[in-house]
T-cell receptor, first 111, second 111 residues
Framework: KQEVTQIPAALSVPEGENLVLNCSFT??????LQWFRQDPGKGLTSLLL?????REQTSGRLNASLDKSSGRSTLYIAASQPGDSATYLC??????????FGTGTRLQVFP | KAGVTQTPRYLIKTRGQQVTLSCSPI?????VSWYQQTPGQGLQFLFE???????NKGNFPGRFSGRQFSNSRSEMNVSTLELGDSALYLC??????????FGQGTRLTVV
């Protein structure tokens, strides 16, 4: 059974810091891994998708890596801004398109 | 290209009533999944449909049901509502590369 854990659960940092969010999964036979952000009361916004054959993906100030052998994915946010404040979730499909979600990291970036 | 559309955005229902939520996926996407999000349980998978067939089902009572139409639009139904069904219900659609895109959700409040 796939279990996904995210550390830390919450993070509060001043603007401009570079951040690392961690995601661990128990079953390394994953199909892909996806990172999302969620603003309070809203839906999920897809940030990055890493296919199982890839090791990382980049989009703007975001970079996500995937290490299947260690069961870990890392989301790196460069030069954080107050607009980055949100909850960040990682998820992996167990089979078909059923996503198993982590518990999330609640990020607050203050000016 | 339009995103995933969920209607209605907000609902207030009384215990014992039933409710139907609607999800229109991104054009061309054939897979639609539903999730329930509550503060205590996080994001939990309800069911997934692909080409009008339920492909996967989460661990929810039979009061929760769904269906998918030939145009890939999906509905979920909850009968005999309970207070604990109050939650944000999220729908996601995905295409051939399995990247999931979420709607803004339907906030259901049962009183």
């Amino acid at each position: 059974k796939q279990e996904v854990t995210q550390i830390p659960a919450a993070l509060s940092v001043p603007e401009g810091e570079n951040l690392v969010l961690n995601c661990s999964f128990t079953d390394s036979a994953i199909y892909n891994l996806q990172w999302f952000r969620q603003d309070p009361g809203k839906g999920l916004t897809s940030l990055l998708l890493i296919q199982s054959s890839q090791r990382e993906q980049t989009s703007g100030r975001l970079n996500a890596s995937l290490d299947k052998s260690s069961g870990r994915s890392t989301l790196y946010i460069a030069a954080s801004q107050p607009g980055d404040s949100a909850t960040y979730l990682c998820a992996s499909p167990r089979c078909t398109d059923k996503l198993i979600f982590g518990t999330g990291t609640r990020l607050q970036v203050f000016p | 290209k339009a995103g995933v559309t969920q209607t209605p955005r907000y609902l207030i229902k009384t215990r014992g009533q039933q409710v139907t939520l609607s999800c229109s996926p991104i054009s061309g996407h054939r897979s639609v999944s539903w999730y329930q999000q509550t503060p205590g349980q996080g994001l939990q998978f309800l069911f997934e449909y692909f080409s009008e067939t339920q492909r996967n089902k989460g661990n929810f009572p039979g009061r929760f049901s769904g269906r998918q139409f030939s145009n890939s639009r999906s509905e979920m139904n909850v009968s005999t509502l309970e207070l604990g069904d109050s939650a944000l219900y999220l729908c996601a659609s995905s295409g051939t590369n399995t990247e999931a895109f979420f709607g803004q959700g339907t906030r259901l409040t049962v009183v």
